[in-house]
C-alpha cells in the first residue's frame, strides 16, 4: 500500500512546487548537458550565447591568429628566396673572381695574342655562367627581374646583354602594416641599369587650376582644413578640407568672400593671388582657421596686408607627375587678368608661349561710340607692346571683347577667354573700360619639334615628341623606342632620369639639330661636363708645357691652345673662341657643340687656301685627342667637310656612359682581350672590383635582411603562442573547475529528484 504522507501546513499549493521542483529540473539537466559538452569537447563557448563578451574577445583573438599565420608564412617563403638570391649571388662573386684571374694572367708583357684569344673564350662562357644565373627562376619567380618576377630579366643583344626588369622592389609583410623587401633587382645586384641622366636641369612645372593639392611644396602638399577671408569688417570661412585641386582652392574662395564683398583668385605660374574688389576698401587678410595649416601651406597666410589686395602667394614648387603637360615644365605663359565690377565680366589673357618676351603688353579697353555690339575691333602694336580694344561702352560684354581678340591680328601670340575663377561667368555681363598689363612669363618653350637622339648598343637613334601631350606622352615615347632606355620621373620629383638597360656599350644622348635634349637636362655632354670626367673618366691629359696642340686655320696661321686651367668643356671652348689671336672674323674658328649628336664641332667659313683647316697634337699631349677632335692612334685631326660656304671639323662624343654592371665589366674584358688591348683589359679589371664591390655591399644588405627576417620570424611565433594562450583561457574548458560543478550539479539533481518524488506520494486529505 502506498505511503501516506500528512497534510502540508504551508501556504503553496501542489501545482506551485510542482512547477517549481520540473524548473529546477530542467535547469539542472540543461547545465548537465553543458557541463558534458564542454568536458568532451575541451571548449567553454559551443555557441555564442554561451558567453557573448568572450565570443567577440575569440573572434578578435582567432582573427589575429590567422594574420600573424600568414605573415609568419610569409617570412618562410621570402627567407626561402632570399636564401635562393644568397646563393646565386655568391656564385656571382666567384664567377667575378675567377674572370678576374684570368684577366691579371694575361695582362702582362709576357702574355702574347693567342693566350689573350684563349682567355677572351673563358670570358665569354663566363658571360653565359652569369647570364643563367641572372636568369635564375625559383617557385616561379625570376630572382632579379625587379617586379616584373614573370619575365627573364637579361637576354643577349648582339655582343651586349640587355636587362628587361626594372629596379622596383618586391615587398611584403613583416608584421602588420610593415613592409619588409623580399627580392634584390637586377640593378642592384648587377647594376644592369646605367645611372639616370637627367640631374643638370630642374624641371618645376607651372601651377594651374589642374595642379593637385597633394604634389605642391615639392610633394609635401596642403593640410586639409579651413582658411578665414577678412575684410576687416567681416570675415568668412572657407572650408578647403575637400579640395582636391588648386582649382578647387580658387574656387571655393571665389564663392566664399567677405559678407558685401567680391573675391577674385587668380592661378599664377607659381601660385596663388588672392584679392578683394578695390571698391569696397579695407585690408584684405587671410588666416588660419583651427590648428591645420591650410593657408600657410597654400603660401597665401598673411594678417598684416594693408588694401584689399592682391596677396600674392609664395611660390608653390609643384611635383612634376604623369600628367604635367610639356608646355610647362620648363616655363610659363605671360598672362593678364582684366577686371570689371559685376558678374560674368572678367577676361584673362594668356601668351601662347612661354618666355618673358609676352610680359609688359597693356590692354586698353577704350570707349569708341561708333563701334557697334558684336563689331568690336582691336589694334595690335607689337612694337608698342600694347592690345587696344575699341569698345561700346556700358554695352559691349565680355564674350564680345574675347571674340574680337581671338580673331585679330593679337592671336597670334595670344588667347583670350573669360575668366575661369568667376563664379558662372558667361561672359554675358559689361565690361568697364580700364587697363591691364601682362606679367608671369618666363622661361622657354620645350623644343618638341626637333626632338633627341640616343646612341646606345653601336646605333643611334631619333625619339620623336612632337606629338607628346604631357610628361607620360614623353616618357612612353622614350619607353618604348628600340634604344634600350628606362626613362622615369626621378625620385624628386624635379626631373626625368633615362636609364641604359644595354650593358658591354656606350651609351650617350643628344640633341637632333635642336635644344630638346638640354632643356630636359639629358645631354650627356654639355659645357658644364668636367673634363675629368670625359673618356670614362680617363679624363683629358695635358702638356707639362706649352701648347696641347694647334688648330691649323686655311690663312696658315696656327693658334696654339694651351688648356691649362680649365676644368670644364665650355672653359675648353672659351679657350679656342677667346683666344686674342682668334678674333678677326674673316679667319676665325669657331668651337661649339655639336648641333646634333654630340661632340665639339670647330667651323670656320674662311676662303682662304694657305693650309688645310686641322687640329695638330703638340708637346706630346694627347688632349686634342681626349677632346675628340683627333682620332685615336693618329696626331692630326680628320679632313675638314665643307658645307654651305663652312668646313667643319666634327669631334667625336667623348663623354659616353654605360653601366656599372658585372655583365659590362667581362664584356669590356671579353672585348679588350680580343683586341689585343692592354690598356682595356686594365680598365677592364677596375670595372670588375667595382662590380665585386657593389655585390658584396648586396650581399651584406642582403645578409642583414635574411637576419632580420630570422628574428621576426621567432618572434612571431612567440606571438602565436601568447595569442594561442589567451585564446584558450579564453575558450577552453577549465576540466577540474568543470568536472568539480558537474559532481556538485549531479548531487543537486538527485536532490531535487528525491524531493519531487516526495511530493509526489498520496496526502492524508486524498485518502479522506
Given at each position: ?410 592671336a597670334a601670340d595670344f588667347t583670350a577667354a573669360l575668366d575661369p575663377s568667376q563664379f558662372k561667368n558667361d561672359g ?36 620623336d615628341i612632337s606629338h607628346a601631350q604631357t610628361v607620360e606622352d614623353l616618357l612612353n615615347s622614350l619607353n618604348g ?93 672659351d679657350k679656342i673662341n677667346n683666344d686674342p689671336n682668334n678674333q678677326i672674323a674673316a679667319s676665325k674658328v669657331t ?178
Amino acid at each position: 500500500m502506498t505511503s501516506i504522507t500528512s497534510i502540508p501546513s504551508s501556504r503553496v499549493s501542489n501545482l506551485s512546487s510542482s512547477q517549481r521542483l520540473l524548473a529546477q529540473i530542467q535547469n539542472a539537466q540543461l547545465g548537465l548537458q553543458q557541463l558534458e559538452t564542454q568536458i568532451s569537447s575541451g571548449k567553454r563557448i559551443v555557441l555564442p550565447s554561451d558567453d557573448p563578451a568572450a565570443t567577440e574577445q575569440a573572434v578578435g583573438l582567432n582573427r589575429l591568429i590567422d594574420q600573424k599565420m600568414q605573415i609568419k608564412n610569409n617570412i618562410d617563403t621570402s627567407q626561402s628566396y632570399l636564401t635562393q638570391t644568397d646563393t646565386a649571388l655568391a656564385n656571382v662573386s666567384n664567377l667575378l673572381s675567377s674572370a678576374r684571374s684570368t684577366a691579371l694572367s694575361v695582362i702582362g708583357t709576357t702574355a702574347d695574342a693567342s693566350q689573350r684569344q684563349t682567355a677572351a673564350q673563358v670570358i665569354s662562357g663566363a658571360i653565359q655562367q652569369l647570364s643563367d644565373i641572372g636568369n635564375q627562376n625559383f617557385n616561379g619567380r625570376y630572382l632579379f627581374a625587379g617586379s616584373q618576377a614573370g619575365l627573364a630579366p637579361f637576354r643577349a643583344d648582339g655582343a651586349n646583354v640587355k636587362y628587361s626588369g626594372n629596379d622596383t622592389a618586391l615587398s611584403s609583410l613583416s608584421d602588420l602594416s610593415q613592409l619588409f623587401q623580399s627580392n634584390v633587382t637586377g640593378a642592384a645586384a648587377f647594376g644592369a641599369l646605367s645611372a639616370g641622366i637627367g640631374g643638370t636641369v630642374s624641371l618645376t612645372p607651372a601651377v594651374t587650376a589642374s595642379t593637385k593639392l597633394s604634389d605642391l611644396n615639392g610633394g609635401r602638399g596642403v593640410s586639409p582644413g579651413s582658411i578665414k577671408i577678412s575684410d576687416g569688417v567681416s570675415t568668412t570661412v572657407v572650408d578647403l578640407s575637400h579640395a582636391v585641386t588648386v582649382g578647387d582652392v580658387a574656387a571655393s574662395i571665389v564663392a566664399h568672400p567677405p559678407q558685401g564683398r567680391t573675391a577674385r583668385a587668380d592661378i599664377t605660374p607659381t601660385g596663388l593671388s588672392i584679392s578683394l574688389d578695390a571698391a569696397g576698401g579695407g585690408n584684405l587678410s587671410i588666416t588660419q582657421d583651427g590648428n591645420a595649416s591650410t593657408a600657410a601651406d597654400l603660401g597665401i597666410l598673411n594678417s598684416t596686408h594693408i588694401g584689399p589686395g592682391p596677396i600674392v602667394g609664395q611660390p608653390q614648387n609643384p611635383l612634376l607627375t604623369l600628367t604635367t603637360p610639356l608646355g610647362n615644365v620648363i616655363g610659363a605663359r605671360a598672362e593678364v587678368f582684366v577686371p570689371s565690377p559685376g558678374t560674368s565680366t572678367n577676361i584673362v589673357l594668356q601668351a601662347k608661349r612661354n618666355g618673358a618676351a609676352y610680359n609688359g603688353y597693356t590692354v586698353n579697353l577704350i570707349d569708341d561710340h561708333t563701334v557697334a555690339v558684336g563689331h568690336e575691333t582691336v589694334s595690335y602694336d607689337t612694337v608698342g607692346k600694347s592690345i587696344t580694344v575699341d569698345v561700346a561702352g556700358g554695352l559691349t560684354t565680355a564674350k564680345n571683347v574675347v571674340d574680337a581678340i581671338d580673331n585679330s591680328p593679337a592671336a597670334a601670340d595670344f588667347t583670350a577667354a573669360l575668366d575661369p575663377s568667376q563664379f558662372k561667368n558667361d561672359g554675358s555681363g559689361a565690361v568697364a573700360l580700364s587697363s591691364a598689363t601682362t606679367a608671369g612669363g618666363g622661361g622657354a618653350l620645350l623644343d618638341q619639334a626637333a626632338g633627341l637622339q640616343i646612341t646606345n648598343g653601336g646605333q643611334t637613334y631619333t625619339i620623336d615628341i612632337s606629338h607628346a601631350q604631357t610628361v607620360e606622352d614623353l616618357l612612353n615615347s622614350l619607353n618604348g623606342s628600340q634604344a634600350s632606355v628606362l626613362a622615369e620621373i626621378n625620385p624628386t620629383g624635379t626631373g626625368i632620369d633615362v636609364h641604359s638597360r644595354l650593358s658591354g656599350s656606350d651609351f650617350a644622348i643628344g640633341e637632333n639639330g635642336g635644344v630638346t635634349a638640354t632643356q630636359l637636362g639629358l645631354r650627356t655632354l654639355t659645357g658644364a661636363s668636367q673634363l675629368s670626367d670625359l673618356n670614362h673618366g680617363a679624363g683629358v691629359p695635358t702638356a707639362s708645357s706649352g701648347a696641347d696642340f694647334l688648330i691649323q686655320r686655311k690663312d696658315g696661321y696656327q693658334l696654339r691652345v694651351r688648356l691649362s686651367g680649365a676644368k670644364t668643356v665650355q672653359d675648353a671652348i672659351d679657350k679656342i673662341n677667346n683666344d686674342p689671336n682668334n678674333q678677326i672674323a674673316a679667319s676665325k674658328v669657331t668651337a661649339q657643340l655639336a648641333a646634333s649628336g654630340n661632340g665639339i664641332v670647330l667651323t670656320t667659313t674662311d676662303t682662304s687656301s694657305v693650309s688645310p683647316f686641322a687640329v695638330i697634337e703638340q708637346n706630346g699631349s694627347t688632349a686634342a685627342e681626349s677632346l675628340g677632335l683627333v682620332p685615336a692612334g693618329r696626331t692630326q685631326s680628320n679632313p675638314s667637310t665643307a658645307s654651305a660656304g663652312a668646313e667643319t671639323i666634327a669631334g667625336k662624343d667623348v663623354n659616353p656612359q654605360e653601366t656599372t654592371s658585372a655583365f659590362n665589366a667581362l664584356i669590356r674584358l671579353k672585348t679588350a682581350l680580343q683586341s689585343n688591348d692592354t690598356a682595356g683589359i686594365t680598365r677592364a679589371v677596375g670595372l670588375i672590383d667595382s662590380s665585386s664591390n657593389q655585390l658584396n655591399l648586396t650581399r651584406a644588405e642582403l645578409g642583414a635582411r635574411e637576419e632580420s627576417l630570422t628574428a621576426i620570424s621567432t618572434s612571431l611565433a612567440n606571438e602565436q603562442n601568447n595569442l594561442q594562450s589567451s585564446l584558450s583561457s579564453t575558450v577552453d574548458t577549465d576540466i577540474a573547475a568543470a568536472i568539480t560543478q558537474l559532481t556538485a550539479l549531479q548531487t543537486s539533481f538527485t536532490a531535487t529528484l528525491q524531493l519531487t518524488a516526495a511530493l509526489s506520494k498520496l496526502t492524508l486529505l486524498n485518502y479522506l
